[in-house]
Protein backbone atom coordinates (compact mmCIF):
# COMPACT_ATOMS: atom_id res chain seq x y z
CA UNK A 1 0.00 0.00 0.00
CA UNK A 2 1.41 3.27 -0.67
CA UNK A 3 0.52 6.39 1.08
CA UNK A 4 0.31 9.68 -0.44
CA UNK A 5 0.44 13.40 1.10
CA UNK A 6 -0.38 16.18 -0.80
CA UNK A 7 1.25 19.93 1.09
CA UNK A 8 -0.18 22.61 -0.07
CA UNK A 9 2.23 25.63 0.94
CA UNK A 10 2.43 29.21 0.21
CA UNK A 11 5.05 28.70 -2.23
CA UNK A 12 3.94 25.29 -4.19
CA UNK A 13 2.72 21.79 -3.53
CA UNK A 14 4.84 18.87 -2.18
CA UNK A 15 4.27 15.45 -2.66
CA UNK A 16 5.33 12.71 -0.19
CA UNK A 17 4.65 8.89 -0.66
CA UNK A 18 5.93 6.04 1.56
CA UNK A 19 5.05 2.56 1.87
CA UNK A 20 4.72 2.78 5.56
CA UNK A 21 3.80 6.27 6.95
CA UNK A 22 7.28 6.00 8.73
CA UNK A 23 9.93 6.93 5.67
CA UNK A 24 8.22 8.95 3.61
CA UNK A 25 9.78 10.30 0.27
CA UNK A 26 9.28 13.96 -0.62
CA UNK A 27 9.14 16.00 -3.93
CA UNK A 28 10.54 19.06 -5.38
CA UNK A 29 7.65 21.55 -5.24
CA UNK A 30 5.91 21.93 -8.06
CA UNK A 31 3.85 24.94 -9.21
CA UNK A 32 6.51 27.14 -7.21
CA UNK A 33 5.60 30.50 -6.40
CA UNK A 34 2.21 30.01 -6.11
CA UNK A 35 -0.16 29.78 -3.20
CA UNK A 36 -1.76 25.90 -2.90
CA UNK A 37 -4.57 26.56 -0.63
CA UNK A 38 -6.42 23.80 -1.61
CA UNK A 39 -5.61 20.19 -2.69
CA UNK A 40 -8.07 17.11 -3.28
CA UNK A 41 -7.35 13.35 -3.93
CA UNK A 42 -10.09 12.23 -5.62
CA UNK A 43 -10.05 7.94 -4.73
CA UNK A 44 -13.63 7.27 -5.98
CA UNK A 45 -12.34 5.54 -8.92
CA UNK A 46 -9.58 3.22 -9.64
CA UNK A 47 -7.12 6.12 -10.55
CA UNK A 48 -6.88 8.67 -8.54
CA UNK A 49 -7.57 11.73 -9.44
CA UNK A 50 -5.44 14.94 -8.00
CA UNK A 51 -6.43 18.28 -7.65
CA UNK A 52 -5.24 21.15 -6.93
CA UNK A 53 -5.75 24.66 -6.95
CA UNK A 54 -2.53 26.74 -7.73
CA UNK A 55 -2.48 31.10 -7.70
CA UNK A 56 0.97 32.00 -8.91
CA UNK A 57 1.64 35.13 -8.16
CA UNK A 58 2.34 36.06 -12.04
CA UNK A 59 0.13 34.26 -13.57
CA UNK A 60 -2.80 34.61 -11.92
CA UNK A 61 -5.02 31.34 -10.26
CA UNK A 62 -6.60 28.23 -11.98
CA UNK A 63 -7.04 24.58 -11.21
CA UNK A 64 -4.76 21.97 -12.04
CA UNK A 65 -5.42 17.82 -12.74
CA UNK A 66 -3.25 14.71 -12.39
CA UNK A 67 -4.60 10.90 -13.15
CA UNK A 68 -0.62 10.20 -12.57
CA UNK A 69 0.11 10.84 -8.90
CA UNK A 70 1.53 14.01 -10.17
CA UNK A 71 3.78 13.51 -13.03
CA UNK A 72 1.66 15.53 -15.17
CA UNK A 73 -0.47 18.62 -14.94
CA UNK A 74 -3.31 19.12 -17.10
CA UNK A 75 -4.97 22.35 -17.43
CA UNK A 76 -4.98 22.06 -21.22
CA UNK A 77 -8.80 22.83 -22.09
CA UNK A 78 -9.68 26.27 -23.71
CA UNK A 79 -11.55 28.10 -21.15
CA UNK A 80 -10.80 28.28 -17.63
CA UNK A 81 -11.79 25.38 -14.87
CA UNK A 82 -12.99 28.52 -12.76
CA UNK A 83 -14.35 31.88 -14.18
CA UNK A 84 -16.75 33.75 -13.15
CA UNK A 85 -19.76 34.80 -15.34
CA UNK A 86 -19.58 38.35 -16.66
CA UNK A 87 -22.79 39.51 -15.15
CA UNK A 88 -21.07 38.87 -11.83
CA UNK A 89 -18.63 41.39 -12.48
CA UNK A 90 -15.96 39.69 -10.26
CA UNK A 91 -12.98 37.59 -10.42
CA UNK A 92 -11.72 34.09 -9.81
CA UNK A 93 -8.83 34.34 -7.14
CA UNK A 94 -8.28 30.79 -5.69
CA UNK A 95 -9.76 27.75 -4.59
CA UNK A 96 -10.21 26.90 -0.77
CA UNK A 97 -11.58 23.72 -1.01
CA UNK A 98 -12.36 20.97 -3.17
CA UNK A 99 -14.93 18.54 -1.90
CA UNK A 100 -16.43 15.20 -2.83
CA UNK A 101 -20.18 13.90 -2.49
CA UNK A 102 -21.86 10.75 -2.91
CA UNK A 103 -22.19 11.67 -6.68
CA UNK A 104 -19.81 9.66 -9.11
CA UNK A 105 -17.56 12.57 -10.51
CA UNK A 106 -19.17 15.46 -8.80
CA UNK A 107 -16.82 17.56 -7.23
CA UNK A 108 -17.78 20.85 -5.54
CA UNK A 109 -15.19 23.70 -4.70
CA UNK A 110 -15.20 26.81 -2.82
CA UNK A 111 -13.73 30.23 -4.20
CA UNK A 112 -12.71 33.17 -2.94
CA UNK A 113 -14.45 35.54 -3.78
CA UNK A 114 -17.56 33.48 -1.68
CA UNK A 115 -18.73 31.62 -3.99
CA UNK A 116 -19.43 27.83 -4.79
CA UNK A 117 -19.06 25.80 -8.03
CA UNK A 118 -20.49 22.43 -9.14
CA UNK A 119 -17.86 20.21 -11.66
CA UNK A 120 -19.95 16.93 -13.26
CA UNK A 121 -16.51 16.22 -15.25
CA UNK A 122 -14.39 14.91 -11.91
CA UNK A 123 -13.40 18.39 -11.48
CA UNK A 124 -12.26 19.85 -15.04
CA UNK A 125 -14.94 22.26 -16.06
CA UNK A 126 -17.05 24.10 -12.80
CA UNK A 127 -20.41 25.80 -12.38
CA UNK A 128 -21.09 28.70 -10.50
CA UNK A 129 -23.66 27.89 -7.63
CA UNK A 130 -25.91 30.72 -8.47
CA UNK A 131 -28.30 30.84 -5.85
CA UNK A 132 -25.76 31.26 -2.89
CA UNK A 133 -23.97 33.79 -5.25
CA UNK A 134 -27.26 35.56 -5.63
CA UNK A 135 -28.15 35.31 -1.42
CA UNK A 136 -29.76 38.29 -0.13
CA UNK A 137 -27.20 37.80 2.65
CA UNK A 138 -24.09 38.21 0.47
CA UNK A 139 -23.90 42.42 0.81
CA UNK A 140 -23.72 41.71 4.64
CA UNK A 141 -21.03 39.20 4.38
CA UNK A 142 -17.73 40.07 5.53
CA UNK A 143 -14.05 39.68 4.53
CA UNK A 144 -11.70 38.03 7.33
CA UNK A 145 -8.17 38.37 7.32
CA UNK A 146 -7.53 35.50 4.82
CA UNK A 147 -9.83 36.83 2.26
CA UNK A 148 -13.55 36.25 1.13
CA UNK A 149 -13.97 32.88 1.05
CA UNK A 150 -16.12 29.55 1.13
CA UNK A 151 -13.30 28.01 2.55
CA UNK A 152 -15.14 24.24 4.14
CA UNK A 153 -17.41 22.36 1.88
CA UNK A 154 -18.94 19.38 3.95
CA UNK A 155 -21.35 16.91 1.44
CA UNK A 156 -23.88 15.04 2.99
CA UNK A 157 -22.18 10.87 2.59
CA UNK A 158 -25.20 9.80 0.94
CA UNK A 159 -27.73 12.43 0.04
CA UNK A 160 -26.64 14.47 -2.36
CA UNK A 161 -29.24 17.40 -2.26
CA UNK A 162 -27.91 18.25 1.25
CA UNK A 163 -24.27 20.11 1.96
CA UNK A 164 -22.87 22.95 4.39
CA UNK A 165 -20.91 25.27 3.58
CA UNK A 166 -18.76 27.55 6.14
CA UNK A 167 -17.20 31.05 4.86
CA UNK A 168 -15.33 33.41 7.37
CA UNK A 169 -17.10 35.80 7.94
CA UNK A 170 -20.93 35.00 7.05
CA UNK A 171 -20.99 31.46 8.98
CA UNK A 172 -22.73 28.37 7.87
CA UNK A 173 -25.37 27.53 4.99
CA UNK A 174 -27.06 24.58 4.71
CA UNK A 175 -29.12 23.36 1.37
CA UNK A 176 -31.31 20.73 1.46
CA UNK A 177 -32.60 20.90 -2.05
CA UNK A 178 -28.86 20.43 -3.71
CA UNK A 179 -28.17 24.08 -4.14
CA UNK A 180 -31.75 25.52 -5.20
CA UNK A 181 -31.92 27.41 -1.64
CA UNK A 182 -29.42 28.38 1.27
CA UNK A 183 -30.09 28.65 4.84
CA UNK A 184 -28.33 30.37 7.20
CA UNK A 185 -27.67 27.70 10.31
CA UNK A 186 -25.61 29.16 12.81
CA UNK A 187 -27.92 29.12 15.82
CA UNK A 188 -25.40 28.74 18.78
CA UNK A 189 -22.55 30.08 17.29
CA UNK A 190 -21.14 33.23 19.19
CA UNK A 191 -19.69 36.31 17.07
CA UNK A 192 -17.33 37.21 19.87
CA UNK A 193 -16.73 40.26 17.13
CA UNK A 194 -19.73 42.12 17.57
CA UNK A 195 -21.53 44.12 20.17
CA UNK A 196 -22.93 41.95 23.27
CA UNK A 197 -26.59 42.16 22.54
CA UNK A 198 -25.68 41.19 18.47
CA UNK A 199 -23.42 37.99 19.59
CA UNK A 200 -25.66 35.29 17.93
CA UNK A 201 -27.17 36.33 15.13
CA UNK A 202 -28.80 34.73 12.48
CA UNK A 203 -25.46 34.85 10.20
CA UNK A 204 -22.12 36.82 10.13
CA UNK A 205 -20.23 34.65 12.16
CA UNK A 206 -16.49 33.47 11.12
CA UNK A 207 -16.86 30.06 11.60
CA UNK A 208 -13.12 28.48 10.55
CA UNK A 209 -13.65 24.55 10.05
CA UNK A 210 -16.52 22.19 9.98
CA UNK A 211 -15.79 18.40 9.67
CA UNK A 212 -18.60 15.68 9.67
CA UNK A 213 -18.40 12.66 12.15
CA UNK A 214 -17.90 9.24 10.50
CA UNK A 215 -20.92 7.19 12.30
CA UNK A 216 -23.31 9.89 12.58
CA UNK A 217 -24.37 11.71 9.26
CA UNK A 218 -26.05 14.58 11.31
CA UNK A 219 -23.54 15.28 14.00
CA UNK A 220 -21.26 18.03 13.11
CA UNK A 221 -17.89 19.54 14.91
CA UNK A 222 -16.94 23.42 14.52
CA UNK A 223 -14.16 25.68 15.30
CA UNK A 224 -15.41 29.20 15.23
CA UNK A 225 -13.36 32.23 15.55
CA UNK A 226 -13.89 31.75 19.18
CA UNK A 227 -15.60 29.01 20.33
CA UNK A 228 -15.83 25.21 19.53
CA UNK A 229 -19.19 23.43 18.70
CA UNK A 230 -21.02 20.09 18.01
CA UNK A 231 -24.17 19.98 16.42
CA UNK A 232 -26.33 16.88 16.65
CA UNK A 233 -28.68 18.17 13.82
CA UNK A 234 -27.10 18.18 11.17
CA UNK A 235 -26.21 22.11 11.21
CA UNK A 236 -29.58 23.46 12.33
CA UNK A 237 -28.26 24.16 15.65
CA UNK A 238 -24.68 23.88 17.80
CA UNK A 239 -23.62 23.45 21.77
CA UNK A 240 -20.43 24.41 23.02
CA UNK A 241 -17.85 21.45 23.66
CA UNK A 242 -14.85 24.15 23.88
CA UNK A 243 -14.77 24.05 28.05
CA UNK A 244 -12.21 21.15 27.85
CA UNK A 245 -10.17 22.17 25.80
CA UNK A 246 -7.24 25.36 26.92
CA UNK A 247 -8.73 27.71 24.29
CA UNK A 248 -11.50 27.94 22.14
CA UNK A 249 -9.81 29.99 19.06
CA UNK A 250 -8.13 28.15 16.61
CA UNK A 251 -8.53 26.60 12.87
CA UNK A 252 -8.71 23.29 11.88
CA UNK A 253 -11.32 20.87 13.84
CA UNK A 254 -10.68 17.23 12.29
CA UNK A 255 -13.40 14.07 12.54
CA UNK A 256 -11.58 10.66 12.84
CA UNK A 257 -12.63 9.12 9.89
CA UNK A 258 -13.79 5.31 11.15
CA UNK A 259 -14.46 5.75 15.05
CA UNK A 260 -17.83 8.05 15.90
CA UNK A 261 -17.38 10.96 18.28
CA UNK A 262 -13.74 10.87 17.82
CA UNK A 263 -12.60 14.63 16.46
CA UNK A 264 -8.82 16.46 16.75
CA UNK A 265 -8.45 19.90 17.25
CA UNK A 266 -4.94 21.99 17.50
CA UNK A 267 -6.21 25.16 19.80
CA UNK A 268 -4.37 28.67 19.13
CA UNK A 269 -3.93 30.45 21.98
CA UNK A 270 -6.08 33.11 21.24
CA UNK A 271 -7.55 35.60 18.84
CA UNK A 272 -4.91 38.49 19.72
CA UNK A 273 -1.91 35.92 20.42
CA UNK A 274 -1.96 33.65 17.17
CA UNK A 275 0.49 31.19 18.78
CA UNK A 276 0.18 27.51 20.06
CA UNK A 277 -1.08 27.34 23.79
CA UNK A 278 2.19 27.77 26.25
CA UNK A 279 4.27 27.54 22.32
CA UNK A 280 3.78 23.80 22.22
CA UNK A 281 2.73 22.07 19.53
CA UNK A 282 -0.80 19.96 20.61
CA UNK A 283 -3.31 18.43 19.39
CA UNK A 284 -6.42 17.84 21.39
CA UNK A 285 -8.09 14.69 20.85
CA UNK A 286 -12.21 14.17 22.36
CA UNK A 287 -13.51 10.25 22.38
CA UNK A 288 -16.93 11.56 23.66
CA UNK A 289 -18.17 13.97 21.03
CA UNK A 290 -16.53 16.94 23.04
CA UNK A 291 -17.36 16.53 26.49
CA UNK A 292 -13.70 15.74 27.25
CA UNK A 293 -10.49 16.58 25.44
CA UNK A 294 -6.85 15.35 25.95
CA UNK A 295 -3.90 16.78 25.25
CA UNK A 296 -1.13 15.00 22.84
CA UNK A 297 2.66 17.10 22.23
CA UNK A 298 3.11 16.95 18.29
CA UNK A 299 6.72 18.27 19.85
CA UNK A 300 8.43 18.55 22.75
CA UNK A 301 10.51 21.50 22.21
CA UNK A 302 9.04 25.33 21.82
CA UNK A 303 7.24 25.82 18.93
CA UNK A 304 5.49 29.01 17.38
CA UNK A 305 3.51 27.41 14.37
CA UNK A 306 -0.05 27.50 14.45
CA UNK A 307 -2.00 24.48 12.43
CA UNK A 308 -4.28 26.29 9.79
CA UNK A 309 -7.67 25.53 8.76
CA UNK A 310 -7.20 23.03 6.10
CA UNK A 311 -3.56 22.05 7.82
CA UNK A 312 -5.85 19.20 10.30
CA UNK A 313 -6.07 15.79 7.94
CA UNK A 314 -6.53 11.97 7.50
CA UNK A 315 -6.36 9.25 4.99
CA UNK A 316 -9.03 7.57 5.58
CA UNK A 317 -7.15 3.94 5.99
CA UNK A 318 -7.97 1.72 8.17
CA UNK A 319 -5.75 2.94 11.13
CA UNK A 320 -6.04 6.24 9.95
CA UNK A 321 -3.16 8.76 9.72
CA UNK A 322 -3.76 11.69 11.45
CA UNK A 323 -1.74 14.62 9.59
CA UNK A 324 -0.51 18.12 10.99
CA UNK A 325 0.60 21.08 8.78
CA UNK A 326 2.05 24.11 10.66
CA UNK A 327 3.37 27.34 9.55
CA UNK A 328 6.41 26.89 9.85
CA UNK A 329 6.58 24.44 7.67
CA UNK A 330 6.55 21.23 8.92
CA UNK A 331 4.37 18.32 8.68
CA UNK A 332 3.98 15.47 11.17
CA UNK A 333 1.79 12.24 11.34
CA UNK A 334 0.25 10.16 13.88
CA UNK A 335 -0.81 6.30 13.35
CA UNK A 336 -2.16 5.27 17.03
CA UNK A 337 -5.27 8.05 16.65
CA UNK A 338 -3.41 10.58 17.63
CA UNK A 339 -1.62 9.52 21.12
CA UNK A 340 2.31 10.05 19.53
CA UNK A 341 3.63 11.74 16.21
CA UNK A 342 6.32 11.76 14.22
CA UNK A 343 8.09 14.27 11.36
CA UNK A 344 7.16 14.05 8.12
CA UNK A 345 8.99 16.66 6.73
CA UNK A 346 9.94 19.68 7.97
CA UNK A 347 11.28 23.35 6.37
CA UNK A 348 9.10 23.53 3.39
CA UNK A 349 7.28 26.85 3.13
CA UNK A 350 4.07 27.57 5.24
CA UNK A 351 1.70 24.73 5.39
CA UNK A 352 -1.61 25.88 3.88
CA UNK A 353 -3.16 22.61 3.51
CA UNK A 354 -2.64 18.86 3.53
CA UNK A 355 -4.48 16.13 1.95
CA UNK A 356 -3.62 12.70 2.16
CA UNK A 357 -4.86 8.76 0.55
CA UNK A 358 -4.39 5.19 -0.05
CA UNK A 359 -3.17 4.91 -3.33
CA UNK B 1 -0.59 45.04 -39.76
CA UNK B 2 2.29 42.28 -38.72
CA UNK B 3 2.53 42.48 -34.59
CA UNK B 4 5.12 40.20 -32.95
CA UNK B 5 5.12 39.12 -29.30
CA UNK B 6 7.74 37.39 -27.09
CA UNK B 7 6.47 35.10 -24.94
CA UNK B 8 8.37 34.77 -21.45
CA UNK B 9 10.07 31.24 -20.46
CA UNK B 10 7.38 30.25 -18.10
CA UNK B 11 4.31 31.08 -20.99
CA UNK B 12 6.04 29.16 -23.86
CA UNK B 13 4.27 25.90 -22.76
CA UNK B 14 0.86 27.71 -23.53
CA UNK B 15 2.61 28.85 -26.74
CA UNK B 16 3.41 25.80 -28.55
CA UNK B 17 7.13 26.38 -26.91
CA UNK B 18 7.40 28.97 -28.98
CA UNK B 19 9.29 32.41 -27.89
CA UNK B 20 8.06 34.44 -30.36
CA UNK B 21 4.65 34.50 -31.91
CA UNK B 22 3.86 36.87 -35.18
CA UNK B 23 0.09 37.89 -35.30
CA UNK B 24 -1.49 39.49 -38.22
CA UNK B 25 -3.97 41.89 -37.33
CA UNK B 26 -6.11 44.97 -38.99
CA UNK B 27 -4.33 48.37 -39.10
CA UNK B 28 -5.07 50.80 -36.47
CA UNK B 29 -5.03 48.48 -33.22
CA UNK B 30 -4.40 48.54 -29.59
CA UNK B 31 -2.67 46.34 -27.12
CA UNK B 32 -5.86 44.50 -26.54
CA UNK B 33 -6.48 43.80 -30.14
CA UNK B 34 -3.41 42.01 -29.60
CA UNK B 35 -4.02 40.16 -26.43
CA UNK B 36 -7.25 38.86 -28.18
CA UNK B 37 -5.10 37.39 -31.43
CA UNK B 38 -2.73 35.67 -29.42
CA UNK B 39 -6.16 34.41 -27.04
CA UNK B 40 -7.73 33.43 -30.49
CA UNK B 41 -4.78 30.36 -31.25
CA UNK B 42 -3.58 30.01 -27.28
CA UNK B 43 -6.19 30.50 -25.09
CA UNK B 44 -4.28 29.72 -21.83
CA UNK B 45 -1.78 32.43 -22.08
CA UNK B 46 -4.57 35.03 -21.86
CA UNK B 47 -5.66 33.27 -18.69
CA UNK B 48 -2.17 34.29 -17.50
CA UNK B 49 -2.30 37.54 -18.53
CA UNK B 50 -5.74 38.79 -18.08
CA UNK B 51 -8.57 38.08 -15.75
CA UNK B 52 -12.09 37.02 -16.44
CA UNK B 53 -12.98 40.87 -16.85
CA UNK B 54 -10.35 41.45 -19.28
CA UNK B 55 -7.88 43.40 -16.85
CA UNK B 56 -4.22 43.14 -17.17
CA UNK B 57 -2.86 41.02 -14.45
CA UNK B 58 -1.10 43.02 -11.69
CA UNK B 59 2.23 41.46 -11.78
CA UNK B 60 2.19 40.90 -15.26
CA UNK B 61 4.15 43.85 -17.76
CA UNK B 62 3.99 44.26 -20.78
CA UNK B 63 6.38 46.23 -23.23
CA UNK B 64 4.95 48.28 -26.42
CA UNK B 65 8.02 49.02 -28.54
CA UNK B 66 9.91 48.95 -24.61
CA UNK B 67 7.27 51.01 -23.22
CA UNK B 68 5.13 49.91 -19.97
CA UNK B 69 1.60 49.64 -21.01
CA UNK B 70 0.35 50.99 -18.02
CA UNK B 71 2.88 53.86 -18.50
CA UNK B 72 1.26 54.54 -21.82
CA UNK B 73 -2.72 53.72 -22.78
CA UNK B 74 -2.92 50.67 -20.77
CA UNK B 75 -4.83 48.10 -22.96
CA UNK B 76 -5.76 50.77 -25.00
CA UNK B 77 -1.97 51.49 -26.03
CA UNK B 78 -1.59 51.87 -30.08
CA UNK B 79 0.50 49.39 -31.92
CA UNK B 80 1.72 49.68 -35.27
CA UNK B 81 3.30 47.75 -38.13
CA UNK B 82 6.28 45.63 -37.03
CA UNK B 83 5.63 46.52 -32.91
CA UNK B 84 7.00 44.29 -30.85
CA UNK B 85 5.32 43.38 -27.73
CA UNK B 86 6.91 42.10 -25.20
CA UNK B 87 5.83 39.89 -21.91
CA UNK B 88 7.64 40.31 -18.53
CA UNK B 89 6.68 38.71 -15.24
CA UNK B 90 6.97 41.74 -12.78
CA UNK B 91 8.32 41.88 -9.02
CA UNK B 92 6.01 39.40 -7.26
CA UNK B 93 6.47 36.15 -4.89
CA UNK B 94 8.65 36.64 -1.91
Known amino acids: MTYLLAIGTGK?????????????EVSTPYFAVS??????????????????????AHYGPSVYLSDDLGKNWDESHDTA??????????????AWQFAFGPEEDVVYAGSEPWALWRSEDRGRTYELNRPLWDHPHRAEWNEGAGGPAIHTIVPHPTDPANMLIAMSTGGVYTTTDGGRNWTASNTGVKAEFFPGDRQYPEFGQCVHKVSRDSQVA???FLQNH??????????????????????????????????GNVAYNAPVAFSDNRFPVDGTLRVHRTEDGGANWTAHDVLDEPYYGIVLRDALSTDSAEQPGIYVGTRVGDVFVSTDDGDSYEKVVG??????CVRAAEV | MAVSVLIPGALRVDAA????VSLDLPDGGVLRDVLDGLAANHPRIDRRLRDEKGG???YVNIYVDGEECRRAGGLDTPVMEGSEVQILPSVAGG
Open chain 2, 17 to 20: GESK
Open chain 1, 12 to 24: GLFLATSQDRRNW
Open chain 1, 35 to 56: GVYAVGIDTRRSTPRLLVSADS
Open chain 2, 56 to 58: LRR
Open chain 1, 226 to 259: GGVYRSDDNGATWNDIAPGLPTDFGFSILAHPKR
Open chain 1, 81 to 94: PIAFPPDTDATFKR
Open chain 1, 347 to 352: HLPDVL
Open chain 1, 218 to 220: ERL
